[in-house]
């Protein structure tokens, strides 16, 4: 007697929901294929995790930052990437009962990619071709892993196509990654420079030498890094170029090479963010080398109405800068080729980037940048300024304790502490410190080369048994002393007076 044939069995909702996140994947691989291939700087992926973030509101960006610190940007790639992988998981689960609802997920997020995409600065007609081939692959692998042959031959057959589909992801994952060797060019470009600059000789009498105290110059591993750019751009020097227009007589387009051909010049200076809060670490020192930009402006030939720089990078970011504080003569705004005698390092901008003292990165700091519009505030707005932050950014005047850390002990006795202060620009005259409610007492001051850095202050006391508190202030060259009122760093940065509470007892 003839067994009867049995019905195929239908498909785990484990196994489906592995084969569409194993599809979402495939999807992602050949994308970036396609991105490399054509040379393209951002593949979809990180255009969908670029939209993800200019989506997000300012205030939670900012403090998501401070959260994860650095983490941010793979954490925001790591978080797009799980997301798109539970929508084609969803997607696999749905391919057997209600086909039409799978395949209109993946077409759905074939759209979402579509419009970061074309959202992207750079984008254009060969920017839709790596969406396309995701969702041709999304399509073809999904429908190849679900078929009612897989079904029918069982689990056996479906990890054999599962296995497959995983292996051949990683290949073309790896070959993506060959293929894209952009940033490699980049840093073997950067290493053969040979720029005419110097590192700076840190002057005598800077550091104060107090135990635990960060350096002066900040080194540049531990130079504070914020930009919103998820794939660093990769320029090399012979790709760049910077286009000067707008409300001029005459627009330039400079080339790296006419840029570093010119008499160029160092100067110490200290860069801070506005959303570094009291006693927070985004800041840091360095001596910075190019061309200040005033020179080309004046070339250039600024027509009468303009007040405003939009400065626009590689990636698209924009921030708008005061005119004034280019075109000053006393300020020293430049466009920066080289970080203590070494070309830029890629991701602090190379290999151009602005440095304008006394005015805060998110106004005027632009990374990898390439396009100077000279305008009126009233006719633009910029990045940041859309997100909620002040237009002009002035730095504000601040002061830090490094040293004790909050919480820290220390032993009883005659102490040494101290830290740093800042007003960039305008120079800081003095620092007061006061410990557990006494009166004020005037710091000693490391040296400095000019106004624009910041400066070491060191203080004493007798520390008996416990629980100690201390204050710190400073008192800048106009005559302005930091207020004790505290305010969130948006929309202007933070204000207020650093204190840390420490114990005096047996470390």
């Known amino acids: 007697m003839d067994n009867p044939q049995l019905p195929p069995k239908t498909p785990t909702r484990w196994m489906l929901f592995l084969a569409g996140a194993l599809t979402g994947l495939a999807g992602i691989a050949t994308s970036l294929v396609a991105t490399a291939l054509l040379g393209q700087q951002t593949s979809p992926l990180i255009a969908v995790a670029n939209l993800v973030r200019d989506s997000t509101p300012g205030s939670l960006a900012d403090s998501l930052i401070h959260l994860v610190k650095h983490l941010d940007k793979p954490l925001l790639v790591a978080g797009t990437t799980i997301g798109l992988l539970a929508l084609a998981g969803f997607a696999g689960v749905q391919s057997v009962r209600r086909v039409w609802l799978s395949y209109l997920v993946m077409t759905l997020m074939a759209g979402v990619a579509l419009f970061a995409v074309l959202t992207e600065p750079d984008a254009g007609p060969a920017a839709l071709l790596p ?9 073809l692998v999904l429908g190849w892993l679900t078929s009612p042959r897989v079904d029918a031959a069982g689990r056996r057959a479906f990890l054999l196509r599962a296995g497959l589909a995983g292996a051949g992801t990683l290949v073309v994952a790896g070959a993506g990654q060959w293929i894209g060797r952009g940033r490699k060019r980049v840093d073997q470009a950067r290493e053969l420079l040979r720029l005419p600059v110097v590192a700076g000789e840190v002057p005598a009498g800077a550091d104060l030498g107090v135990y635990k105290y960060q350096p002066w110059r900040t080194l540049v591993r531990h130079f504070y890094q914020v930009h919103t750019a998820i794939s660093l751009p990769a320029i090399t020097p012979d790709q760049w170029q ?5 409300m001029v007589d005459k627009p330039l387009t400079i080339s790296y090479a006419d840029l570093v051909s010119r008499k160029l010049t160092g100067e110490w200076v200290t860069l801070c963010c506005v959303s570094n809060f009291v006693g927070g670490g985004l800041v840091g020192n360095a001596f910075w080398s190019g061309l200040p930009i005033r020179e080309l402006l004046q070339e250039a030939g600024v027509k009468p109405g303009a007040d405003a720089v939009k400065q626009t990078s590689q990636d698209g970011w924009t921030c708008g800068t005061p005119l004034s504080a280019l075109t000053d003569p006393k300020r020293n705004a430049m466009l920066a080729v080289a970080m203590d005698g070494k070309p ?12 304008v003292p006394g005015l805060y990165g998110y106004v005027s700091a632009t ?6 519009e000279v305008t009126q505030f009233s006719k633009f707005s910029a990045y940041w300024t859309e997100r909620g932050w002040g237009e002009k950014g002035p730095v504000k ?18 102490r040494r502490f101290g830290g740093s202060a800042w007003a960039q620009f305008t120079g800081i005259e003095k620092v007061e410190y006061q410990l557990d409610g006494g009166a004020w007492q005037r710091a000693d001051l490391g040296t400095v080369p000019n106004n624009d850095t910041w400066v070491q ?6 520390l008996s048994m416990g629980k100690h508190v201390l204050v710190v202030r400073a008192t800048d060259k106009s005559g302005y002393t930091q207020t004790a009122a505290r305010a969130d760093v948006l929309p202007d940065g933070a204000t207020g007076w650093h204190t840390v509470q420490f114990d005096a007892g047996n470390e």
């Open 242 to 246: 910077l286009r000067i227009h707008g």
């Open 344 to 355: 830029l390092p890629v991701e602090h901008g190379f290999p151009v980037r602005m440095v």
């Open 397 to 414: 005047t601040e002061s830090r304790i490094d040293v004790p850390a909050d919480g820290q002990t220390m032993r009883p006795g005659r």
């Open 367 to 372: 990374k990898w940048l390439v396009d100077i």
């Open 457 to 462: 202050w060191a203080g004493e006391a007798d």
């Open 131 to 139: 969406v396309a081939v995701g969702l041709a692959t999304w399509l």
